[in-house]
């Protein structure tokens, strides 16, 4: 398994991860996502490979993109909050059939070194509720809660 940038080749296949994803988070929150979408379509994919300023890794063993990290270098913008620059993780995926194989944690090994590179002091995501198994995994990484996110609904 290699780790690297994500290049157009992988267009198709980040397609196919971020539907598998998408698929999770709609049987865990149907009132929030929409089955069939992706959280990013393939133009917008398209741009994000070519502008080298996202930051998208992926896992491959041989032609198989057999996992993904989205990320992105972050600062407080507030005046109240120290400049601490942190390197955030907005979308992890390991393929189906291929979890449990330490490819995950490959990943994640890499997203540290990476966050070391760019001086980031922490490395940041969010993960829905009742995505026990991704939350177990980040806790196994070592992760543990910053903040909580609450809603409330009021709608009648």
Known sequence: ???RKATESDIDQLLELLSQVLELHARIRPDVFIPGTVKYPRNELEKMVGDGLH?????CEGDTVIGYAFCDVRAPVLPSMKPIKKFFIDDFC???GYQRQHVGTTIFEHLKKEANRFGCES???????????ARSFYEHMG????TTTMELYVKE
Not at 123 to 133: A, Q
Not at 143 to 146: A, G, I, L, N
């Open 55 to 59: 930051l998208i890794y992926v896992a």
């Open 1 to 3: 398994m290699i780790i």
């Open 94 to 96: 390991v393929r189906d």
């Open 143 to 146: 992760m543990t809660p910053r």
């Open 123 to 133: 490395i940041t995501l969010s993960c829905w509720e009742g995505n026990d198994v």
